[in-house]
Structure formats: structure tokens, C-alpha cells
């Protein structure tokens, strides 16, 4: 079975600054897809960025940024210019097909000081 | 996108008794899903809504405690059965939507359940 290991439960950053949450998953497959989302408080999960397995390069939105080592397994998420808006928990999530169901991450928690 | 409204948004139960939870998307999808999640911890899935069809359970998860219908593409309910201070949680449904050859996932604000 697929899991997907959040190591830091817990992750600060001061406003303006650069912050990488780290996600590691096993899977025996070749190809797949692997999620980051972002849970305000008290607010709906939304998607931050995903990559394609069969991509090298690695994927990019805005401020956020990916560093995906397949063969390692390993899959963080680079946060730049740190805003407020941006504490959140963060959940990395793997998913095999296209139209499939994911596993998550237990979440890191991020908090940005001002 | 997506849009996706969950009713009731939140509710307190007495324990034995059971919830019904509607899930409503502005439009058709490719796949429902109900996740539990309690504050601050991850996503459990409950199982996956099928349209026309007895829903698909994740281990842990039975058709008797969670009856899940889903009549047409855009409607789905959770009945939690039976309930007990244990299902305290909040609810999430979430939809599969098609765009560019690529389902996206979207999750609903979710239904707080607490249950005395």
C-alpha cells in the first residue's frame, strides 16, 4: 500500500523568508501523482501545486516550488517570500491514477511570524 | 472548478441517534469521495461515492455505519448510523473534476459533528 510520511508536524518562518516542508512516499509504481495542499484554519482545502511522476522538471506556482526526487522517493515544497496568508497546514498527498483516490500526509503546520 | 456546499455545516447529535449529510457540486464530476478528518490531524477516507451504485468502503469503514447514496453526478449524502462520542468529527466531501485531461481534487468546507 501507498503511504505518504510528513516528518514535521510543526514548521515556523518569519515573514519574507524561504521555508521547505519535506514529504517522502513509498510506492512501487512508475507513474503517479503527487499533490501539495493547504488547509487554513477553519477553511476548505485547496490545491497549492502537483507533479506528474513522468516529469522531470520540477513544477512550479509563484512563490511555490517543488523539488521531486523520484528515486528517492521524495517530494518537498519550497515556500518563498513567506506571507501571512500562508500559515496553513500543509498536506502532501500521492496519487496512482488520474481518476483515483489520494493518500495523505499526516500535515505539517505552518506558521509564519511577522 | 468546482464548487461544493455540505449541509448541515455543523451539528450536535445525541448519542444512538443518526446524522444525514448532503453533498452538493455546481457541477458534474468525475468522482465523489467522504473523508473524516478530526482538527488538526489528516484525512481518513470513508469511501467512494458511486454513481448508480452500492459505494466502495475503505478498510474500517462499513455500509451499515455510513449508508452513502448518490443518485446523480453532482449529489451525494454520508448517514452516519448509530452514533456515538467516537464519530465526533468533521466530514469532508470531496469531487474528482475533469479539466485538460487532468481531475482535479476539490474538497467541500466540511460538516462538524459532535456527538454528546
Known amino acids: 500500500a501507498q503511504t505518504v510520511t510528513q516528518s514535521q508536524p510543526e514548521m515556523s518562518v518569519q515573514e519574507a523568508e524561504t521555508v521547505t516542508l519535506s514529504c517522502t512516499y513509498d510506492?512501487?509504481?512508475?507513474?503517479?501523482?503527487l499533490f501539495w495542499y493547504k488547509q487554513p484554519p477553519s477553511r476548505q482545502m485547496i490545491l497549492v501545486i502537483r507533479?506528474?511522476?513522468?516529469?522531470?522538471q520540477n513544477a512550479t506556482e509563484n512563490r511555490f516550488s517543488v523539488n521531486f526526487q523520484k528515486a528517492a522517493k521524495s517530494f518537498s515544497l519550497k515556500i518563498s517570500d513567506s506571507q501571512l496568508g500562508d500559515a496553513a497546514m500543509y498536506f502532501c498527498?500521492?496519487?496512482?491514477?488520474?481518476?483515483?483516490?489520494?493518500?495523505f500526509g499526516d500535515g505539517t503546520t505552518l506558521t509564519v511570524k511577522p | 472548478s468546482a464548487v461544493i456546499s455540505q449541509k448541515p455545516s455543523r451539528d450536535i447529535c445525541q448519542r444512538g441517534t443518526s446524522l444525514t449529510i448532503q453533498c452538493q457540486v455546481d457541477?458534474?464530476?468525475?468522482?465523489m469521495f467522504w473523508y473524516r478528518q478530526q482538527p488538526g490531524q489528516s484525512l481518513t477516507l470513508i469511501a467512494t461515492?458511486?454513481?448508480?451504485?452500492?459505494?466502495?468502503?475503505e478498510s474500517g469503514f462499513v455500509i451499515d455505519k455510513f449508508p452513502i447514496s448518490r443518485p446523480n453526478l453532482t449529489f451525494s449524502t454520508l448517514t452516519v448510523s448509530n452514533m456515538s462520542p467516537e464519530d465526533s468529527s468533521i466530514y469532508l466531501c470531496?469531487?474528482?473534476?475533469?479539466?485538460?485531461?487532468?481531475?482535479?481534487?476539490?474538497f467541500g468546507p466540511g460538516t462538524r459533528l459532535t456527538v454528546l
Open positions: 470531496s469531487v474528482l473534476k475533469l479539466a485538460d485531461s487532468y481531475n482535479e481534487q476539490f
Open positions: 510506492t512501487s509504481e512508475s507513474d503517479y501523482y
Open positions: 507533479q506528474e511522476a513522468y516529469k522531470q
Open positions: 498527498a500521492y496519487r496512482y491514477t488520474n481518476a483515483g483516490k489520494s493518500t
Open positions: 457541477s458534474q464530476v468525475t468522482m
Open positions: 461515492a458511486n454513481q448508480g451504485s452500492e459505494a466502495t468502503y
